[in-house]
């Protein structure tokens, strides 16, 4: 490897030269994600003491084998996948190449960094409310979260199965959409996508740099069929409630046990939530599931017959390395506010980075469940349309 961004946590070299869509390609998996023969460790050295080393690969690095495509390594994550940061306590924080004094974005912050740096073709992820989307737009490449159940989770670790799904990053859509092709199964949406929905209440207090860096990308959008969509602000301040108690019990049911056991030590952050985790009631995840199923009628009616979301993947660029808990805090709420709508509704949603004179932007598109191969195809058109 040509630079040390402490993005790899092992190397491996599984995967021969073949023929395939994928033959030649490089790419690294999340630390969550099994290899046969290496501890999976979950971001977390007690985690990797207490596990057994896999026994097999998860389904989802042989699809990627089998298509002839070269694993090269493992890499780091923030622990537990529970953050946004891309910061770990235990083994540090992966430098961001787009951005060196700013946090790498989370969970999945190794896999984004390895391929900002040129180190892998591609990467990947997981997502569960954001862990691919964010270092996706803080690194400045390519990142797409599937619909949830597109692709086998067979074989990482779980956060919150009901929302847990596999996402990816590439420099370029060229081979974000050769692995789609690999990994997604055929789209079960059978509607098109001619018009542009922005989601109002998304871009709302957005930072000037993004504001600026987007309107190209705006106007174009603009200049063909395109109307604002909006669900209120009481929908947001509900819908999170909801989310995040949901996203915490499931995160407990996980971990809770060997939490008991061991007593391991976690960052601020994590153990934080955690710690809130442990107190979600069952009643409280039904009140959750029950406001998803409703709330679903207004997040599909957006759509229409042939729409699709419009929104900044994060409302700002990366925070600085300097910057307080309470700031990251804060920024992480503001996240959490737009990711919940691909993850609380099991949609796929793919970030696009912007031309940015300093830290990286990215709009992201977001389709309706079941159109995962569709929405990589929209934002290639997107793309080509651009102007270079």
Not at 13 to 40: C, H, M, R, W, Y
Request: glycine share 10%; hydrophobic share 45%; with cysteine.
């Amino acid at each position: 490897m040509k630079v040390d961004v402490g993005a790899l946590s092992v190397v491996v070299n599984e995967g021969a030269e073949g023929s395939g869509p994928l033959s030649g390609a490089t790419f690294v998996v999340k630390e969550n994600i099994d290899v046969k023969g290496q501890v999976s460790t979950n971001g977390h050295p007690l985690w990797a003491s207490t596990h057994a080393r896999a026994q097999a690969n998860a389904p989802v690095v042989d699809m990627l084998l089998a298509a002839g495509a070269r694993l090269v390594g493992k890499t780091h994550m923030d622990e537990m996948a529970y953050s946004l940061l891309g910061a770990n306590p235990h083994y540090g924080t992966p430098i961001n190449p787009a951005a060196q004094d700013r946090h790498p974005g989370g969970s999945s912050s190794g896999s984004a960094v390895a391929v900002a740096a040129g180190l892998v073709n591609f990467a990947i992820g997981t997502d569960t409310a954001g862990s691919c989307r964010a270092p996706a737009a803080f690194c400045g490449i390519y990142g797409f979260r599937s619909s949830h159940g597109a692709i086998p989770m067979a074989g990482v670790v779980p956060l919150a199965p009901s929302l847990d799904v596999i996402g990816w990053f590439a420099r370029d859509l060229g081979r974000m959409a050769n692995v789609g092709e690999v990994l997604l199964p055929l789209d079960g949406d059978d509607g098109s996508f001619e018009e542009a929905v922005f989601l109002s209440e998304a871009f709302r207090g957005v930072e000037t740099e993004f504001a600026a860096a987007a309107a190209p990308a705006v106007d174009m959008l603009k200049s063909g069929r395109w109307r604002e969509g909006r669900l209120g602000e009481d929908f947001f301040r509900d819908a999170l409630a909801h989310f995040r108690n949901l996203q915490a019990y499931e995160a407990w049911a996980s971990y809770g046990a060997w939490i008991s056991a061991e007593h391991p030590t976690f960052g601020k952050g994590v153990e934080e939530r955690l710690a809130v985790a442990s107190k979600v009631t069952q009643d409280q995840k039904k009140a959750a599931l029950a406001f998803g199923e409703e709330a679903r009628k207004h997040v599909d009616a957006l759509f229409g017959d042939k729409g699709f979301l419009v929104m900044p993947t994060t409302p700002f660029r990366s925070p600085l390395l300097t910057e307080s808990e309470t700031q990251l805090d804060a920024k992480r709420y503001q996240m959490m506010r737009l990711f919940l709508i691909a993850s609380y509704f099991g949609l796929p949603q793919i970030s696009l980075p912007l031309p940015a004179t300093e830290a990286p932007v990215a709009l992201s598109f977001v389709g309706r469940r079941g159109s995962d191969r569709k929405l990589i195809a929209l934002a290639q058109r997107f793309l080509n349309r651009m102007p270079s």
